[in-house]
Structures are given as C-alpha cells and as structure tokens.
C-alpha cells in the first residue's frame, strides 16, 4: 500500500488522533516507508496512514517485516520502522530483532498492545501476553510503553536520540491500541521532531596521545568495524596519512575500497593477518568489538604486542574481548577527522612498500581458505562479475557466502549486507534485499541456501508485489550443506541435514517472480543481467557442486 506523497489533512480547529501524530513525526524525522502486516488490534494505526507520506510495505510474515526493516537500514542508513499487532507481531518478529541487536542496525518497532485497563490483568484478551515488554527486552536497546496520547512525541523523541547519538539497535514503543484514536491537542503542524543530537568528540589529551604513538609507530594496523559505515573517506585518508594497512570485519566490508592498495579486505579469519595485527606497535580499532563474529568465528581473541588504542561511541565495548591502552569513547568519523588535523604525512615510499608487503600477506591467505573453498571460488569470481560496482551483496547463512566474505571485494560503503555471523540466523538473506532495494538506487544482489530460503521464501511474494529487479540466488546444495560438512569433520553421523528440496523455479513462478536454474559460473551474468533487466524479482537457482 502506497500513500499519496502529500501532508496529512484536517478539519478546522479538529484534534489530530494520536495515530495521525504518530505518521506526522515519523515523516519529520525522515521515515518514508514502514513494514508492517495489520491486523485487528492495529486497525485504528492504520487509519493514521492515508496521506501521511509513509509507504506501506507488507511482508508476508512478521519475522519478514523486521529483516525488510533491517535491510534498509543497513542500505540506507536509516532506521527500519515495523508496524506490528500486539503479541504474535512481536513474537513473530523476535529472531530479526535480535539478529538487528547484534549487529547494531537501527530499527524502530511500533507495536500495539492490549488496552491499558487490561495490562497485566491476565483476563485472556486477544494476543495478550503477561507482558509485552519481556519478550523484547533481550534485544532492544530501548523501549517503552506509551500510557498516555500526550507522551508520544517524546518517546518518539528519545527513541531517534538513541538510534542517532549512541550504538544503535531496534527501538520498540508500545501503544496500548485504546490510544490510537486518542485526540491530541493543537494542530497536527505543531509537532515537531527533535533536533539531531551533536555527535561527541575525542578530547584533545586523548587525540595528542593517539597521535603521538601512531605518528611514531613503525608498523601501524587500523582495525575497522561496522560502526565505522560513515567513515570511508576519513578512514581511507587514515591509512594514506599513516601508511597503515586497514583490514575490515565483515560487517565493515566494504567501507574501504577492496582495490585500494592499503586494504587488506575482511580477511581477519587468517592467521597470517592475524600475526601482523598481533605484531603491529600500534593498533587503532575503530569501531569494532573485536568479537569472533568479526573474524568469521575465530573464537581466539586477539594477544596483542603493541600499544591498542579503541574508538567507540559506546563505552562498553570499550574493553570488550581487548583491554585497550587508550580508550576512546567518542564518534569514529569526528575522532578520526581530529587525528587527521595533527598527523604528519607518511611519504609515497612509505605506502607503497606496506601496500606490497599487504598484498603479498593477502596472496598467502589462500593457503588457509577452509576445504571446498577452492572448488566454489569460480562462482565468487562470478558472482564479483555479475555484481555492478556499485552493487550491494546481501547473504544469507550458506556454504557460498562464507567464500565471499573474505574472497569478493567490495568498493563502497553499505555493500556487504549478511548474517552470516553475529546472531547468525537463517532466512535473512531473501527479506533483507528487499529492504535495500526497496531503500537505494543502487543494484541489489540477495544470495540465499536451500535451506535458509524456506524459512523466509513467502517474502518472494512482496518482492513481486513491488515489481522488484531482484535477483536471489539460490545455493542448492541439497541441505544444511555447511552443517554437514562439521558433522563429518567431528565425526558425527550425519542427521537433519539433507533436505529434499521443493522445485524453486516453479515455486518462483507460482509466486508471479521468474525462475532459471544454472549448473555453471559462465552461466552467473546473463542470469543477473536479464534479472535486473526486468520488473519483477528472479530466482536463480545454482546446483552445487560436490
């Protein structure tokens, strides 16, 4: 469902409902599409919605809802907003929720709940739960329970200051559905959203000493993570400033260039990087928590020799998994255009002998890739092809894209959408392209397993609904091919991880999307290019090979 584009009308000297103010605010504060299923309890939120501005985008599943949110946020840099219906929109929602909290993706759930005489009251309601909140709490980084009309600009107001001004994650408000009709007072003109908060700077003690020791480190590293997305450009003069490789985890993948010459790509997961890093004097780590998830589940934490200093908007990670020499609790893009202000230019001979020296580091990583890489790197090498330059990957937890994540590169920021570690869920993969293409211009690539797909495969439906050109790639590897693959290695007998798989293509068809299977990597770009040459999503399933 589309709105039209225009301002929300009223009567004269007639009281906007607390809906209405809800789709007003969510306009100032830069929402245009939300994600939502209605339901009974929702009915009267829905009737805020005409004329507001808003798209309706609806999913066919809750749990698909909150991973379209999260695919556009991550693509655009936006929060994600899910309308949901009081108890089982929200537990339906729970699993992209919590693969959002892990990542720090910045989500916005409006759900409904029961009305507010009946909370807590156990009288067996529609949806009810005991409390709503609890099933939430685990993976929010805030939340709150609207008990009158008057306090929803301001719990709309804190919701946004969190998401903009400190690590985010999903947000749920909820509003007792007795409010939605509720009269607000004034005009519906006369709200506004909050200023955007200043983001905070390091202090000048902190960036003298960080400067000091990288101005005169021998072999400076920058570690960059995903709280780092809004950094390319300065992250990128970093590393020229220094002459200091950069290596990404894999959810900075992307942020810089993979062609630069001082980029060392996600390729954490390698004990020959992982020495360098460890060896390095000074070590500066942006943004990241230094976690396993960041080196593809390397459970090892990092024993470093040198100096550390961390960079973080959020103190807690601070000294998570590494106790830092230097802690820095500011924001990454403002601390890194500081240090730039005050350190001294390394030279051009200086540069091109550590890009040599990465590059030769990078080569020797093939060494380490995992059994089975080797016979599926024509399809990364495919893959890298048929993906435009500006293109966004956005994978899903199969055997293929564990190969991509550290073997494809990618150019820009906001390129490199996956769960394929984090909360590491399934089914991701399908909804989340969604979300991004539906968020940027740019060209959307979704790579998805057989059995992940089933999980989400419904969503295959709204991407026909808005005339996506979408392509999904379908790994078909005849099961949980990766999970298979750790059985035998402990020597457990295989159990639960062959699936009989249904006809995609049909199934895609059946659906109003086209369909085509393919058994090579030279097949991989005309499938992609006639994909994006048409207006609707395509399903391209890939047979795997053994």
């Given at each position: ?58 999913p066919r599943h809750e749990q698909g809802a909150a991973f379209m949110a ?477």
């Amino acid at each position: 469902m589309q709105s039209t584009d225009h301002p929300a009308t009223e009567q004269p000297n007639t009281s906007p409902s607390c809906a209405q103010v809800l789709m007003h605010l969510l306009r100032q504060y830069g929402v245009d599409t939300v994600f939502g299923i209605p339901g009974v309890h929702t009915i009267e939120l829905y009737r805020g919605l005409p004329g507001s501005g808003l798209t309706h985008i609806t999913p066919r599943h809750e749990q698909g809802a909150a991973f379209m949110a999260d695919g556009y946020a991550r693509a655009s840099g936006k929060p994600g907003v899910c309308f949901l219906i009081t108890g089982p929109g929200v537990t339906n929602a729970a699993t992209a929720m919590a693969q959002a909290y892990s990542d720090s993706i910045p989500m916005l759930v409006i759900s409904a709940v029961n009305r507010r005489q009946d909370l807590g009251m156990g009288r067996g309601r529609l949806h009810e739960l005991p409390n709503q909140q609890d099933v939430s709490r685990g993976f929010c980084v805030w939340q709150h329970t609207v008990s009158t009309a008057e306090q929803l600009p301001e719990a709309l107001a804190r919701a946004f200051q969190v998401m903009r001004a400190s690590r985010p994650g999903p947000v749920h408000i909820e509003i007792p559905i007795d409010l939605f009709p509720a009269p607000m007072p004034g005009q519906l003109g006369n709200y506004r959203a909050a200023p955007a908060p200043t983001l905070p700077a390091a202090g000048p003690d902190a960036v003298e000493t960080a400067a000091k020791w990288l101005a005169g480190a021998k072999s400076p590293v920058i570690l960059l993570g995903g709280g780092a997305q809004h950094c390319a450009e300065a992250t990128t003069a970093l590393a020229e400033k220094l002459a200091a490789p950069v290596f990404q985890s894999l959810a900075a993948k992307g942020i810089v260039d993979e062609r630069h010459p001082l980029c060392g790509g996600a390729n954490l997961s390698f004990n020959g990087v992982r020495e360098h890093i460890e060896n390095a004097d000074v070590v500066l780590a942006i943004a990241t928590e230094l976690a396993e998830t960041d080196r593809n589940l390397v459970r090892e934490d990092y024993r470093f020799k040198g100096k550390l200093i961390r960079v973080d908007i959020d103190p807690a990670q601070l000294t998570c998994n590494a106790t830092p020499d230097l802690a820095i609790c500011a924001d990454a893009k403002t601390t890194i255009e500081q240090l730039l202000r005050v350190l001294p230019e390394a030279s051009e001979k200086q540069r091109q002998s550590v890009a040599a020296k990465l590059q030769e580091l990078i080569r020797g990583c093939r060494s380490e890739w995992w059994p089975g890489s080797e016979s599926r790197y024509p399809w990364v090498q495919a893959l890298r092809d048929a993906l435009p330059e500006d293109g966004i990957l956005v994978t899903d937890s199969t055997q293929l894209a564990y190969n991509t994540n550290h073997a494809l590169p990618l150019f820009q920021p906001r390129s490199h959408l996956t769960c394929t570690t984090g909360y590491g869920t399934l089914g991701f993969a399908l909804p989340a392209a969604i979300g991004a293409a539906l968020a940027s211009p740019r060209p959307v690539i979704g790579l998805i397993g057989d059995g992940g797909i089933m999980f989400t495969l419904g969503e295959l439906a709204a991407a026909v609904e808005q005339q996506l050109a979408l392509p999904i790639l379908v790994w078909n590897n005849s099961g949980y091919g990766e999970i298979r693959d750790f059985m035998d290695e402990a020597a457990v007998e295989q159990e639960g991880v062959n699936l009989r798989a249904p006809d995609f293509v049909a199934l895609a068809r059946a659906m109003g999307a086209e369909g085509c299977r393919i058994d090579t990597p030279e097949q991989l770009s005309e499938a992609v290019a006639s994909a994006f040459a048409r207006k609707t999503p395509t399903l391209i399933e890939i047979t795997a090979p053994d």
